[in-house]
T-cell receptor
Framework: DAGVTQSPTHLIKTRGQQVTLRCSSQSGHNTVSWYQQVLGQGPQFIFQ???????GRGNFPDRFSARQFPNYSSELNVNALLLGDSALYLC?????????????FGPGTRLTVT | LAKTTQPISMDSYEGQEVNITCSHN???????ITWYQQFPSQGPRFIIQ???TKVTNEVASLFIPADRKSSTLSLPRVSLSDTAVYYCLVGDRQAGTALIFGKGTTLSVSS
C-alpha cells in the first residue's frame, strides 16, 4: 500500500486560472479531507467527503469545490485563482469512526499562483 | 477556530527531554487530546492520543491532569530529527470529523 498519494507535487498557475488537485486515499479508507496550509500557519480544513458525499466544509469561498469517486480517491478544484491561494494543499484519508487519530496525510501539492 | 493554545516556539539540545504544554479550557467531556508532528513540506503525522491521566508509546508520553484543561506532550531525549512543528488538537474520537489545527509549536533541536 502506497499510503496517501497526491498529484501533482508542484504546480504553478496564473491568477484567474483553474486548478485540479488529485488525491488517492489509503487502502480501506472511505473518508477524505482536504486542507490548505499557508506558510507559517497550521493546516486549515477545506472539505471532508465520506462515501462520496460531502460531510463537512470549512470557511472557504465557492471557488473551492471537491468530489470523491467510487474508489474513494478525490479531486479538489479551485476556480478563478487568486495570489492568496498559493499554499500547500494536503489530503488526508481515514476510516469512518477513527476520529482524530487515524488521519493519514499525503505529502501535499505545492500550488504557486503568480 | 482552534480550541487549543500552545507556545509558538521552543528550543532544546540533543539528548534533553522536551515538554510542550497545550491549553484547552473549553474541552468537552467526550473530547480526546491528540498530537501531530509536521516536518517542512510534509503532511502532519499522528504522534499520540489520550483522554485522561497518562499515555505512553514508543516515541512520546502524554500527561493529562484531572481537570483536562491542559495537557503536556513529553519527548524523551530529543534528537536533531525531532525538529518539527507539533500540533495539539482536541475533538470527539467517534465523530470522524476534520482536524482543526492551531499554529502549533515549532521545536528546534540543536547539537
Amino acid at each position: 500500500d502506497a499510503g496517501v498519494t497526491q498529484s501533482p507535487t508542484h504546480l504553478i498557475k496564473t491568477r484567474g486560472q483553474q486548478v485540479t488537485l488529485r488525491c488517492s486515499s489509503q487502502s480501506g479508507h472511505n473518508t477524505v479531507s482536504w486542507y490548505q496550509q499557508v506558510l507559517g500557519q497550521g493546516p486549515q480544513f477545506i472539505f471532508q467527503y465520506y462515501e462520496k458525499e460531502e460531510r463537512g466544509r470549512g470557511n472557504f469561498p465557492d471557488r473551492f469545490s471537491a468530489r470523491q469517486f467510487p474508489n474513494y480517491s478525490s479531486e479538489l478544484n479551485v476556480n478563478a485563482l487568486l495570489l492568496g491561494d498559493s499554499a500547500l494543499y494536503l489530503c488526508a484519508s481515514s476510516s469512518e469512526g477513527q476520529g482524530l487519530k487515524e488521519q493519514y496525510f499525503g505529502p501535499g501539492t505545492r500550488l504557486t499562483v503568480t | 477556530l482552534a480550541k487549543t493554545t500552545q507556545p509558538i516556539s521552543m528550543d532544546s539540545y540533543e539528548g534533553q527531554e522536551v515538554n510542550i504544554t497545550c491549553s484547552h479550557n473549553n474541552i468537552a467531556t467526550n473530547d480526546y487530546i491528540t498530537w501531530y508532528q509536521q516536518f517542512p513540506s510534509q503532511g502532519p503525522r499522528f504522534i499520540i492520543q489520550g483522554y485522561k491521566t497518562k499515555v505512553t508509546n514508543e516515541v512520546a508520553s502524554l500527561f493529562i491532569p484531572a481537570d483536562r484543561k491542559s495537557s503536556t506532550l513529553s519527548l524523551p531525549r530529543v534528537s536533531l530529527s525531532d525538529t518539527a512543528v507539533y500540533y495539539c488538537l482536541v475533538g470527539d474520537r467517534q465523530a470522524g470529523t476534520a482536524l482543526i489545527f492551531g499554529k502549533g509549536t515549532t521545536l528546534s533541536v540543536s547539537s
